[in-house]
């Protein structure tokens, strides 16, 4: 799932880096900046969502990925010299405090294998607000979509070895595919095409509010079309991750 949905966003994003937006990718000149942002941006993150979607529903996935902006935000005070003060660190705390709600009072049952599911996805929400502050890190150094592509085409290089690890061609469905296909096309390649620019124009902690639609219609689309429970205990837990991602962002 990693390795797919990295490559299917490397066949979209470097023919269009090159052709489209003329962008230099110069993977031997910057190959430490593509090696850097593969890694936290599309290694960690796709392999850490992708385990725990093993053993979480969608929604609890969702509903995690919302603090993708408040890792970002917490990640930018020491290494963009942003303030850190009281309202942000509860804002951090109440936002673990909500996913810890979540599973403990989501339809899924607490065990062992949940809580390292809900531990690892913490990891990958954790990965990807670090891969807005280094991407930010890096304007000037080089065009957005170069390094978009450049990075992503590095990430389908490094985790290639996991096919070996996929079932056989004949176990494989058409939706399966449809939807691998679609999450490398969509959610990374099209979806870097305003990402990378955004977080170089208008910074990592802004561009990532939009994690706060992700709860809302992950939930949405898993009772929609996985038929996933959504219980108050789910839902008091998104608020409270949203309330979070209030108190970490303000001003």
């Excluded at 960690?44 to 919302?66: D, H, K, M, Q, R």
């Excluded at 996805?121 to 957005?144: C, L, N, S, T, Y």
Aim: hydrophobic share 60%; proline share 7%.
């Amino acid at each position: 799932m990693s390795e797919g949905r990295a490559l299917f966003a490397a066949l979209f994003l470097l023919p269009w880096a090159a052709w489209v937006a003329r962008q230099r990718i110069a993977p031997l000149e910057h190959w430490k900046d593509h090696l850097a942002v593969a890694i936290v941006n599309n290694v960690a993150p796709f392999v850490c969502f992708a385990w725990a979607a093993s053993v979480l529903p969608a929604g609890y996935l969702a509903i995690i990925n919302g603090m993708v902006p408040l890792w970002a935000a917490v990640i930018a005070v020491p290494v963009l010299k942003e303030r850190l003060g009281p309202v942000r660190i509860a804002g951090f705390v109440l936002g673990i405090a909500g996913v810890a709600l979540i599973v403990n009072l989501g339809p899924v049952e607490m065990n062992l294998m949940t809580a390292a599911g809900t531990v690892v996805a913490i990891a990958g929400a954790g990965f990807w607000g670090w891969a807005g502050v280094m991407i930010k890190q890096r304007q000037g150094r080089m065009p957005p979509m170069g390094l978009a592509a450049g990075s992503i085409a590095f990430s389908a290089i490094l985790m290639a070895p996991l096919w070996v690890t996929a079932p056989p061609p004949p176990e494989w469905t058409l939706a399966g595919v449809a939807a691998l296909i679609a999450v490398g096309l969509l959610c990374s390649g099209v979806a870097y095409l305003p990402f990378f620019t955004l977080v170089r124009d208008i910074g990592p902690s802004r561009t990532l509010t939009v994690g706060l639609a992700v709860p809302v219609l992950g939930v949405l689309w898993g009772w929609l079309f996985l038929d996933e429970r959504v219980t108050l205990g789910m839902l008091a837990g998104a608020a409270l991750v949203m309330a979070a991602l209030g108190l970490v962002l303000r001003r």
